[in-house]
């Protein structure tokens, strides 16, 4: 061979090398398998009796997810150069106590099931996924959407998980821009030469500077379309909400407002506000009260409070203590736990819960 051409063979296969290497240096990419494990015991002074509506009697007994939801999933992301990564989420809610699907839509992967794109001009996302609602909900929640206690059992109370799961789901969030994020969702209903069946959007406003912390959002659902779950994720809804938190030192401050507007059911406002406090580094105590009225009819209202220590014992493992009261006025049905007494009867309840709680 001419040692021109073995020159020019030469440089060919260099080239190709480098473009191989940044090749593979722009599809670096990774995949993690994650979970969290909740599991402990609950005591109520009074029970709902589903089939009568009165009380049952005290009960205790062993629950999934005392204070949070019991999950697996498979995360990951690849690198795809200029500043973008594509990410995937694959998340199942199930039961420690069964064994079974809990804490989600029902389906394998009920909780989560994405693929998104992020860039320095936002994220914008495809598939099930939580609406700006439910996020900016999480976010100012008093007691942090604890599984006993919280802001939690009064959403899933109203709308099951109609905004937690949010099928056929396309979303974009903002990058930060001078403390502000905005996020707005639209969730397609499926249904054929009718686009309003099944719809639901959302949207969110947060501004964070330093220690303080403003959010605000909206949701609007239709009842109907195409999408069909054990736990209803389609009720026709108004949603509202407006929260804020402020760090002190190791403390932390919350309140919180909330709409919910169910058709041809209540027309609930909620106003929430609670503590939180890391005693050390090890031990956090947690404090929140809600308070609840039907605008429809204002007899129907209910008072929540709420106390909880978490001690974690390592980095993945952690011991809880809650205890908390609620007392219904009017048709009012408000629950201590999502878990085995998500509604309550009239009158005063009172409740505690303690588990263990363990991450991978």
């Not at 006993?148 to 998980?161: A, H, M, P, Q, R």
């Not at 389609?234 to 919180?256: C, E, M, P, S």
Request: positive net charge; contains cysteine.
């Amino acid at each position: 061979m001419p040692k021109k051409r073995k020159l020019v063979l030469k440089r060919i296969v260099c080239a190709m090398g480098w473009t191989l290497a940044a090749g593979a240096a722009h599809a670096q990419s990774s995949v993690t398998l994650y979970g969290l494990l909740d599991g402990g015991l609950l005591y109520t002074s009074k029970t709902l009796n589903a089939a009568t509506g009165q009380n049952a009697g005290h009960q205790f007994s062993a629950t999934d997810g005392g204070m949070a939801p019991s999950q697996f999933g498979l995360t990951g992301t690849e690198d795809l150069g200029g500043g973008l990564k594509a990410r995937f989420k694959l998340e199942s809610g199930i039961s420690v106590m069964t064994g079974g699907f809990n804490n989600s839509n029902g389906n394998l992967f009920g909780r989560q099931a994405y693929v998104a794109l992020d860039s320095p001009y936002g994220t914008a996302t495809a598939g099930l996924q939580f609406s700006p609602l439910f996020l900016a909900l999480y976010g100012t929640d008093p007691r942090g959407f604890s599984q006993f206690g919280s802001g939690l059992e009064l959403y899933v109370d109203n709308v099951l998980g109609t905004g937690a799961f949010n099928a056929n789901g396309v979303s974009y969030t903002s990058p930060d821009i001078y403390g502000f994020r905005g996020s707005a969702m639209l969730a397609f209903g499926g249904t054929a030469g009718n686009f309003q069946a099944g719809r639901q959007y959302s949207a969110s406003l947060q501004y964070e500077n330093g220690s303080l912390l403003i959010n605000a959002a909206i949701y609007s659902g239709n009842s109907g379309g195409t999408v069909n779950t054990p736990i209803p994720t389609t009720i026709a809804f108004w949603g509202r909400t407006l929260g804020t938190t402020y760090k002190f030192g190791i403390v932390t401050a919350k309140l919180q407002f909330v709409n919910y507007k169910v058709a041809q059911s209540f027309d609930s406002n909620i106003y929430s506000g609670g503590l939180d406090c890391y005693v050390t580094p090890q031990l956090d105590l947690n404090g929140g009260v809600y308070f609840t009225s039907d605008r429809n009819h204002t007899t129907n209202h209910s008072i929540m409070g709420a106390l909880g220590a978490t001690y974690s014992v390592s980095p993945r493992t952690a011991l809880y203590a809650q205890v908390g009261v609620v007392d219904n006025h009017g048709a009012m049905d408000t629950g201590l736990s999502l878990n085995n007494a998500l509604y309550g009867v009239q009158g005063t309840t009172i409740g505690t819960s303690v588990g263990i709680r363990h991450s991978f």
